[in-house]
Nanobody
Framework: QVQLVESGGGLVQPGESLRLSCVASRINFSIYNMGWYRQAPGKQRELVAR???????NYADSVKGRFTISRDNAKNTVNLQMNSLKPEDTAVYYC??????????WGKGTLVTVSS
């Protein structure tokens, strides 16, 4: 059974940084596109950043220049470096893996709270 486990969430003040990690198991990690999504209270889940198996990235406009997604195929890990955090970044952050065959898997999420 495929598992995606996120970590690194927490409570930070505006302007600070966090690094989220997602470790995948029982998956051929290198062939999957990996993404970070978030869902704030009362809002729909939205894409934050995505990194394809081929190395292409795309980011939500709201995080461009502040967040960076990266992956380590040897460690089955995808990371999200989040800098200059804002209160509006507060959400549960989810890791997702998807491939060209339509398979997709989600982690259970990690909570990020940005507050003074």
């Amino acid at each position: 059974q495929v598992q995606l486990v996120e970590s690194g969430g927490g409570l930070v003040q505006p302007g600070e940084s966090l690094r989220l990690s997602c470790v995948a198991s029982r998956i051929n990690f290198s062939i999957y596109n990996m993404g970070w999504y978030r869902q704030a209270p009362g809002k729909q889940r939205e894409l934050v950043a995505r990194l394809t198996s081929g190395g292409r990235t795309n980011y939500a406009d709201s995080v461009k220049g502040r967040f960076t997604i990266s992956r380590d195929n040897a460690k089955n890990t995808v990371n999200l470096q989040m800098n200059s955090l804002k209160p509006e970044d507060t959400a549960v952050y989810y890791c997702k893996a998807d491939d060209s065959r339509g398979r997709n898997y989600w982690g259970k999420g990690t909570l990020v709270t940005v507050s003074s």
